[in-house]
């Protein structure tokens, strides 16, 4: 079993990435790095100028501009738990966030081993994510139809660059996201098992 792992889990939101991600977490005792959790986080603890954006942007049920992700990522993936491999969940989400990760990971020496795209239609997406019902700080609805197709419109809008740019690096591996959580789970961890590092 491979240890000191990078991974990447990438996908539309209410692909179930996340539960994937945890599952794999767990399994081989990684972090697992929440770019969503990280966000509402520092919505929530700061009171500086990324705080205000992260606040100002969950409201808006936009997404963070680059520049705001950087500085909390950079100090994320500076933090002890991070030394030791990680599986990130949200992040990079366009090819300049794949760049900067890039950058990062060449920094510290480390590799990115593999990248799980976890695909699901539109409709499924959507229906899902309804479902969730997630709210916004401001209490309003983060997940109605009409946030959820803003943001499924800019994931769109990215994801043909990002899935180049990691095919292209041989790390892709596209996971059909329709199926029981348990045979996903399965096929993501013997590609995760034969990691050679
Ligand atoms: P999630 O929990 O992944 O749905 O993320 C919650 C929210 O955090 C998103 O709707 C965005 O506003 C923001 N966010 C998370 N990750 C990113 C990212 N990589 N780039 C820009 N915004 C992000």
Request: aromatic share 8%; net charge neutral; with cysteine.
């Amino acid at each position: 079993m491979p240890n000191k792992i990078n991974l990447v889990f990438y996908g539309p939101e209410g692909s179930g990435k996340s539960t994937q991600a945890d599952l794999i977490a767990k399994k081989y005792q990684l972090p697992h790095l929440s770019s969503g959790d990280l966000v509402r986080k520092y919505a929530k603890e700061d009171q500086g100028i990324i705080g205000n954006v992260c606040r100002e942007t969950l409201t808006e049920g936009k997404y963070i501009p680059d520049s705001e992700m950087y500085v909390m990522w950079k100090q994320r993936l500076k933090e002890d738990d991070a030394q030791g491999g990680w599986i990130l969940d949200g992040f990079p989400r366009n090819l300049t966030q794949a760049e900067f990760l890039n950058r990062k990971v060449e920094k510290y020496g480390q590799e990115l081993n593999m990248v799980f795209f976890v695909e699901v239609s539109k409709e499924e997406s959507i229906r899902r994510l309804i479902k969730r019902g997630r709210k916004s700080p401001d209490g309003s609805l983060h997940d109605s139809p009409e946030r959820i197709t803003e943001r499924l419109k800019h994931y769109n809008q990215a994801k043909k660059e990002v899935l180049e740019y990691y095919q292209n690096r041989g790390i892709l591996k596209t996971i059909d996201g329709e199926r029981s959580i348990e045979e996903i789970h399965q096929e993501i961890d013997s590609l995760v098992n034969n990691i050679e590092v």
